[in-house]
Structures are given as C-alpha cells and as structure tokens.
C-alpha cells in the first residue's frame, strides 16, 4: 500500500490559516488523497479528499501537487475546536479497503 | 452524522473469552470495515465487508472473524480473546458509486469500542 509521510506536529495560533503538509511519492493513478482528523476519545472524523483537483468544503481545502506526490490540507482560520491529529491517507484497492493511517501530524492551536 | 452505532462501548472481559462486538449503520452503505488502534500504530484494518455474507481480510485479521447477515450489521468477534487483543475497535462504513468506486467516498467512523482483556 502508497504511504504517506507528515509532520509530527504543527502549531498555530488561533484565527490564524494553517498548511498540513503531506507527502505521497508512491502514489499510484487510481489513489484518492484522503484526510481525517481525530480528537481524542472519538473516532476519526472525515475532512476532505480528491483525485487531481483542489478541493474545498466547508471545513477545508485540499491542495494537490501537478504530480500528486504532495498534498496540503488547508485551514483558513484555525480555532481551538481543529485541535486534532490530523491524518492524510491514501484510499485505494475495489473496495476502498486499501487505507492505511500513519501516525499523522498533530495540531496544536494556540489561543 | 453518519449512522453509525458501536456496542457495547466499554467491556472487560478475561483471556479465553469469546466476545463479539457489533456495528450498526442506518445509512444503507455497501461497505463496512473494522479496525483497531493502538498507541504507535494508528488505526489497523482487521476485516472489510463489500456486501451481504462478503467479507475478506485486512492487515492484522488473525484472531478475529466477521459476520455480515445483512447490510446493516457488520459483527467482529474475538472467538478466544488474549491479552494483545486489549484496544480501541472503530468500525467504519463507506458508499460506492457506480461511476469512480469506493477510494472516491468517504469513510465514516463509529465512536469505538474500548476492550480491555485481563
């Protein structure tokens, strides 16, 4: 399975944009770029994905490298609330299952 | 919030014990996965299910069997718990699309299980 590779951690300062880096060299045509995040005690907690194309929502945005071999989730204006581990994942495989977590990047949000 | 219901949420149980954890989904999604986490390892795959009585193995499958009888249930059971079975069980479920597949939908994540086995 594609890995991924992200900073250990990140701090920012509240109301603040932050950039989450990742890296994917490995990544092959068919792999969407996924990113999750999770607080403690509760289950990880869908943010954002794409193919080629950057990618915004609600909550963030999402972009992609020309080659794809790097991505950057974006969050416009940080609250104490994105105070998360942050993990992007390669989704691949007939039926999704090719989804493997790294230790992920963890954010920090300073008041 | 995805439909998404995980029981129990806390047990305890003692090494040699069959225990079975159950995942509940409203949202009729096709696929349905079970992964564990532990501190240094993220979240591992144990076992997916991509329809009714269809089900394989992930990354750490030994010692863990699943059931899927009908979509909206998905059972992972511990059919002789030991001790390294001690974790945090997220189950997850996913939608496809006819048209791009599975790695373009979301996974949508359960509150966990937290299973300690003495």
């Known amino acids: 399975d594609a890995k991924t590779t992200q900073p250990n951690s990140m701090e920012s300062n509240e109301e603040e944009p932050v950039h989450l880096p990742c890296n994917h060299s490995?990544?092959?045509?068919?792999?969407?770029i996924h990113w999750y995040r999770q607080l403690p005690s509760q289950g990880p907690e869908y943010v954002i994905h794409?193919?080629?194309s950057n990618v915004n929502n609600r909550m963030a945005s999402l972009a992609i490298a020309e080659d794809r071999k790097s991505s950057t989730l974006i969050l416009h204006r940080a609250t104490l609330r994105d105070a998360a581990v942050y993990y992007c994942?390669?989704?691949?495989?007939?039926?999704?299952?090719?989804?493997?977590f790294g230790p992920g990047t963890r954010l920090s949000v300073l008041p | 919030d995805a439909g998404i219901t995980q029981s129990p949420r806390h047990k305890v149980t003692e090494t040699g014990t069959p225990v079975t954890l159950r995942c509940h989904q409203t949202e009729n999604h096709r696929y349905m996965y079970w992964y564990r986490q532990d501190p240094g390892h993220g979240l591992r795959l144990i076992h997916y299910?991509?329809?009714?009585?269809?089900?394989d193995k992930g990354e750490v499958s030994d010692g863990y069997s699943v059931s899927r009888s009908k979509t909206e249930d998905f059972l992972l059971t511990l059919e002789s718990a030991t001790s390294s079975q001690t974790s945090v069980y997220f189950c997850?479920?996913?939608?496809?699309?006819?048209?791009?597949?599975?790695?373009?939908?979301?996974?949508?994540f359960g509150d966990g299980t937290r299973l300690s086995i003495l």
């Open positions: 490995t990544i092959s045509g068919t792999d969407y």
């Open positions: 299910s991509y329809g009714v009585k269809d089900t």
């Open positions: 794409g193919l080629t």
């Open positions: 997850a479920i996913s939608r496809n699309t006819l048209d791009s597949g599975a790695g373009n939908q979301p996974q949508h």
């Open positions: 994942i390669l989704r691949g495989g007939n039926y999704g299952q090719n989804f493997v």
